[in-house]
T-cell receptor, first 113, second 112 residues
Framework: DQQVKQNSPSLSVQEGRISILNCDYT??????FLWYKKYPAEGPTFLIS?????DKNEDGRFTVFLNKSAKHLSLHIVPSQPGDSAVYFC????????????FGTGTRLQVTL | DADVTQTPRNRITKTGKRIMLECSQT?????MYWYRQDPGLGLRLIYY???????NKGEISDGYSVSRQAQAKFSLSLESAIPNQTALYFC???????????FGSGTRLTVV
């Protein structure tokens, strides 16, 4: 049972445009969410996170939005750059318990020139 | 040196063989995790450890075992490898109250 889902396996965006990556979750106990970025032959690296007490968190070109009622979060990248081409994983956790992140299936983003 | 080091980087083994994947970290984190990545399935948790004496099963622990030899070392063993254990394996570290993990570069394991 996939508790964290990324329904788009891949996404192609032109350089300079906005990239929007989506993630849905089913466990209402999740209250902390993260995005990781993964390049080939490397491990995932932490990108940005958001607590459920917020609905938006911004870090430079990256913004994460959380809609708790819809159990949905999204990652916006503006403007997209070729170096953003990677696989993006969303992850969720339940704070106050032993931390063990549950990851989504990943979305491969390709930023074209 | 990398914060989280996994060895080997690549390994091909035969069905039925025992194999150990090793992970060491210099982050000083108390928590360590083993995940596997499969196409279309994302990252799934195999085992995790919050300290040397605390080992816990993840969602897909069958066929695997682990050993936390020291705070900095966490190894994953496949006692009798089977082809559907072919995957990319990642070790990660974390600390209490900090929800961002640091991942190693991964071990690509192929069981033939």
């Amino acid at each position: 049972d996939q508790q964290v889902k990324q329904n788009s396996p891949s996404l192609s965006v032109q350089e300079g445009r906005i990239s929007i990556l989506n993630c849905d979750y089913t466990n209402s106990m999740f209250d902390y969410f993260l995005w990781y970025k993964k390049y080939p032959a490397e491990g995932p690296t932490f990108l940005i996170s958001i607590s459920s007490i917020k609905d938006k968190n911004e870090d430079g070109r990256f913004t994460v939005f959380l809609n708790k009622s819809a159990k949905h979060l999204s990652l916006h990248i503006v403007p997209s750059q070729p170096g953003d081409s990677a696989v993006y994983f969303c992850a969720a956790d339940i704070t106050g318990t032993a931390s063990k992140l549950t990851f989504g299936t990943g979305t491969r983003l390709q930023v074209t020139l | 040196d990398a914060d989280v080091t996994q060895t080997p980087r690549n390994r091909i083994t035969k069905t039925g063989k025992r194999i150990m994947l090793e992970c060491s970290q210099t982050k000083g984190h108390d928590r360590m995790y083993w995940y596997r990545q499969d196409p279309g399935l994302g990252l799934r948790l195999i085992y995790y450890s919050f300290d040397v004496k605390d080992i816990n099963k993840g969602e897909i622990s069958d066929g695997y075992s682990v050993s936390r030899q020291a705070q900095a070392k966490f190894s994953l063993s496949l006692e009798s490898a089977i082809p559907n254990q072919t995957a990319l394996y990642f070790c990660a570290t974390g600390s209490a109250g900090n929800y961002g993990y640091t991942f190693g570069s991964g071990t690509r394991l192929t069981v033939v």
